[in-house]
């Protein structure tokens, strides 16, 4: 069987279908926006997308052209819960710029401490890394 699959045949898959999940768009339409009339100026601004200054603005009015278009966006943001089935992230919303804290609870509570688009822009590029470096 070795001589008929490659040898790493599920990681492949494995990372073609977690690229082809966080390729697809949400069920509410991901686009740039434009004057109405005019096409969008955002793919000629798209390098303006990663500059510090300008990616709050970039990813609101340009969301498409900035790859920010995730279909599980939701489901894999979340704040994690406690055995007891209730999440405590709210009750120490102080605590996650806390210095000890801090790291923690931005893992734990990327909802309530507004990490979530970190996250899934972390696990875009790791998978698109992995991906290329099977090649």
Known sequence: MSKIFPKNLLKIFTNIIFYFIFSISSGKECADKNFP??????PMLKYLC???????????????????????????????I??????ECPKFKERCNDKIW?????KECRVTCGTCKQFIYDLKNRLRKQIKNED
Request: net charge negative; glycine share 6%; aromatic share 6%.
């Open 37 to 42: 009339g005019r096409p969008s100026d955002c």
């Open 102 to 106: 801090g790291d923690f609870m931005k």
């Open 50 to 80: 990663e500059r510090p200054l300008y990616k709050d603005i970039m990813s609101r009015e340009c969301p498409r052209t900035c790859d920010l278009c995730d279909l599980f966006k939701i489901n894999l943001c979340s704040d994690n």
């Open 82 to 87: 406690s055995p007891n089935g209730i999440s």
